[in-house]
């Protein structure tokens, strides 16, 4: 546990892995809103076609995520290694800023990979149990969006205790966007 | 009775992380050592030059090295060495 600390104390992994949890988080909401809001839209009634449609795009995101953020950070971590040894007139192979660069890497990934998937798997909920008949399939499109609407807000609090700012604003601007998808997906609808 | 190496004085460059605490709490933890003083010399972007005095019993100085091998620390060189059943100052 000891050397986790000093692994985050020395990479300061903690920022990046805040951000990417945040950001990703926020886009696995938007996307199955996207996909429930279409679901509505076009009268899907059988909520195994939103479950599987919903876990696959998470799947298809963290996936995505994990090797993407694991990629990226391993070649930025890498790069400032080579720094650190160029500063230090000496390889550092052996050091535990090696150890703790890969610790880094995989941290990132594994962030990058469950907060969408987490964050999706949320507004799903109540579609597995509608998929189970423990509740009407129009009771789990209204459930879905209420919990992906307070997903959303929670994220924009989060941020805003982050920033140490007003938090409520922060929670709003994240609704915001949700409420612009849900606009747009439904003026589509009207057009389709 | 052997005493070993009572004191010693090392000029070490370091990164910048690990921090001063740390390092010095790791040296303090390895085996016959008493008390630790790490001073900061001159700080760099990315490096810091420390004078490291290290104070204890029979201290290991294979131990210190490896220790600041694994913390990516360079000892520049070892300025100050005491032996023997007195501590005896220049």
């Known amino acids: ?192 | 009775m052997q005493h070993g190496v009572r004191r010693v004085v090392l000029d070490v460059l370091k990164l910048r992380d690990p921090p001063l605490p740390e390092l010095a709490m790791r040296l303090s933890s390895i085996p016959n050592i008493d008390g630790v003083n790490i001073s900061l010399v001159e700080i760099d972007q990315n490096t810091e030059s420390v004078k490291i005095a290290i104070e204890g019993s029979n201290i290991n100085i294979e131990k210190i090295q490896k220790l600041m091998k694994d913390y990516g620390a360079v000892i520049h060189s070892i300025d100050e060495v005491v032996v023997g059943k007195k501590m005896v100052t220049i």
């Open chain 1, 1 to 192: 546990m000891n050397k986790v600390k000093l692994y985050i104390q020395v990479t300061h992994v903690s920022d990046i892995a805040r951000r990417y949890f945040a950001m990703n988080g926020f886009d696995g909401s938007m996307t199955v809103l996207g996909v429930i809001l279409g679901a509505w839209i076009t009268g899907v009634k059988d909520p195994k076609v939103i479950v599987m449609t919903g876990f696959g795009a998470c799947l298809a995101m963290g996936v995505s995520g994990f090797f993407g953020a694991y990629i990226t950070e391993k070649a930025e971590r890498r790069r400032q290694l080579r720094e650190l040894e160029e500063s230090m007139l000496e390889d550092l192979d052996d050091s535990l800023h090696r150890d703790a660069s890969e610790f880094a890497s995989a941290l990132t990934a594994i962030t990058n990979c469950l907060s969408p998937a987490l964050t999706a798997a949320i507004s799903l909920v109540p579609f597995i149990f509608s998929m189970f008949g423990v509740i009407p399939i129009f009771n789990s499109y209204i459930a879905s969006f209420t919990l992906t609407s307070l997903t959303l807000f929670s994220i924009g609090i989060y941020l805003g205790r982050v920033a140490g700012e007003n938090v409520w604003l922060y929670g709003i601007q994240m609704l915001m966007a949700g409420l612009v998808i849900t606009i747009i997906l439904f003026l589509l609808g009207e057009f389709a």
